[in-house]
């Protein structure tokens, strides 16, 4: 089993930057693939990026690149998602996944981010 923590959530006014980090433990020489998700109010749950565990692969939603950046600390066990000019419409709860291979077979309980002004 894998258990992931995530933190960093919270309110930014729009423009704003935030950075997410989520900490895994336990079985973590299983993971293949880190990343992370997001789930509005009212909307399914929706990739948001993800992070190759042992190589250099980087993913992306088309709607976030240029603005978030995905990255690891192998030593600390960590995954950060820096997020930079906020919108609104980036408001919801922001989750983090780990993969065995690149479905998500473990979740984190998730943070909230709300970006308003």
């Known amino acids: 089993q894998v258990q992931l923590v995530e933190s960093g959530g919270g309110l930014v006014q729009p423009g704003g930057s935030l950075r997410l980090s989520c900490a895994a433990s336990g079985s973590i020489f299983t993971i293949n693939r880190m990343g992370w998700y997001r789930q509005a109010p009212g909307k399914e749950r929706e990739f948001v990026a993800a992070?190759?565990?042992?190589?250099?692969?980087?993913y992306y939603a088309d709607s976030m690149k240029g603005r978030f950046t995905i990255s690891r600390d192998n030593v600390k066990n960590t995954v950060y998602l820096q997020m930079n000019s906020l919108k609104p419409e980036d408001t919801a709860v922001y989750y983090c996944?780990?993969?065995?291979?690149?479905?998500?077979?473990?979740w984190g309980q998730g943070t909230q981010v709300t970006v308003s002004s």
């Open positions: 996944a780990g993969s065995v291979i690149t479905t998500p077979d473990y």
């Open positions: 992070i190759s565990w042992r190589g250099s692969g980087t």
